[in-house]
C-alpha cells in the first residue's frame, strides 16, 4: 500500500489480490481538511518563535505540554523558537511585594515562580531541554511542593534555583511574566501565539493537533509529508463514508 498526495485527493492503491495482482484505487477526496487557513499567516518564516502562556497546576495546560507541546518539540525543534510563560491568570499584589494570587491557589503559585526561575537557569539550554523539564513538573508537581526534584533531573542548579525562588529574583521574573501575559491578554490557559501574534484559529488547531499546527505554517518540511500522510491513512481506514472506490 502506498500514499500519494496531491493537495487535498490521496490516492491510496491497495493489492486486492496477490495471485491476479490487481489493484484498487481508493480516492479521498478532501480526506484531510488543513488546521488552519496558512494564507491567514502573515510571516513564513522558516523558524516560527512560539510562545506559550500557562499555569503550573493547570489541568489543560498539562494536557497541552504532555500531549502536544512535548512531541512538537520533539519532531519540529528545528524549526520553531520556544518561550514558556509560567504565570497564565495569576496576579500581583501590591506589585508583587505582598506576593501573588494564582487560578490554582497558593501551591501553583510557588509553581509559576519555581518553573520561572529554573527556566532562567537554562536560558543557554535547548527548547527540548526545557520543555523536558516543564514536563516532569507538570507530571510530578515537584515545584509547587516545595521540590527541587524536576531541576536536579534536568540538571539546573538547585542551589541557584533555590536562592531565586527565595529572594527578589524571582518576584522579578514573576513580575516580568505578568507584563508579558498581560500584553497578550490571554483570555484561555494555556494560550499560544505564534510570531507575536494572537489568532484564535491557531489556538484553537493548536489545542487538538499542535504539530499539524506547526506544520501547515512550515514550508516543505519532511516530516511534515510524513505526519499528514498519517493523518490521510487513518482517515482512509476509518473513515469509510468519506471514500469514493473505483475497481
Known amino acids: 500500500m502506498h500514499l500519494i ?6 490516492k491510496v492503491h491497495v493489492r486486492t489480490s496477490a ?8 480516492l479521498a477526496l478532501i480526506a484531510v481538511q488543513p488546521l488552519i487557513n496558512v494564507s491567514l499567516i502573515v510571516n513564513m518564516n522558516k523558524e516560527l518563535y512560539i510562545t506559550i502562556y500557562y499555569e503550573s497546576l493547570c489541568p489543560d495546560s498539562k494536557d497541552f505540554v504532555l500531549n502536544q507541546l512535548r512531541p512538537a518539540v520533539r519532531y519540529l525543534h528545528e524549526y520553531i523558537v520556544l518561550r514558556l510563560i509560567p504565570f497564565g491568570k495569576s496576579k500581583s499584589v501590591n506589585g508583587g511585594a505582598d506576593g501573588f494570587v494564582c487560578q490554582h491557589g497558593p501551591k501553583e503559585c510557588l509553581g509559576n515562580r519555581v518553573q520561572n526561575c529554573a527556566l532562567s537557569q537554562m536560558a543557554d539550554r535547548s527548547d527540548a531541554d526545557k520543555v523536558a523539564y516543564v514536563a516532569c513538573e507538570m507530571t510530578h508537581k515537584s515545584g509547587a511542593h516545595g521540590s527541587y526534584a524536576c531541576a536536579s533531573k534536568a540538571n539546573i ?8 525562588v ?5 518576584t522579578r521574573l514573576q513580575k516580568h511574566s505578568e507584563l508579558i501575559t498581560k500584553l497578550a491578554r490571554p483570555s484561555f490557559i494555556p494560550t499560544v ?4 501574534m494572537f489568532m484564535q484559529e491557531i489556538q484553537d488547531s493548536s489545542l487538538i493537533d499542535f ?5 501547515s505554517m512550515l514550508n516543505e518540511i519532511k516530516f511534515c509529508a510524513h505526519y499528514y500522510n498519517k493523518i ?7 473513515s469509510p463514508l468519506n471514500l469514493y472506490t473505483y475497481e
Do not use: F, P, W
Open 211 to 215: 504539530i499539524a499546527t506547526l506544520c
Open 193 to 196: 501565539i505564534v510570531d507575536g
Open 157 to 164: 542548579s538547585v542551589h541557584d534555583v533555590e536562592k531565586c
Open 232 to 238: 490521510a491513512m487513518h482517515h482512509l481506514l476509518y
Open 19 to 26: 495471485q491476479s495482482g490487481t489493484e484498487k484505487v481508493v
Open 166 to 170: 527565595n529572594s527578589e529574583e524571582g
Open 5 to 10: 498526495i496531491q493537495r487535498n485527493v490521496y
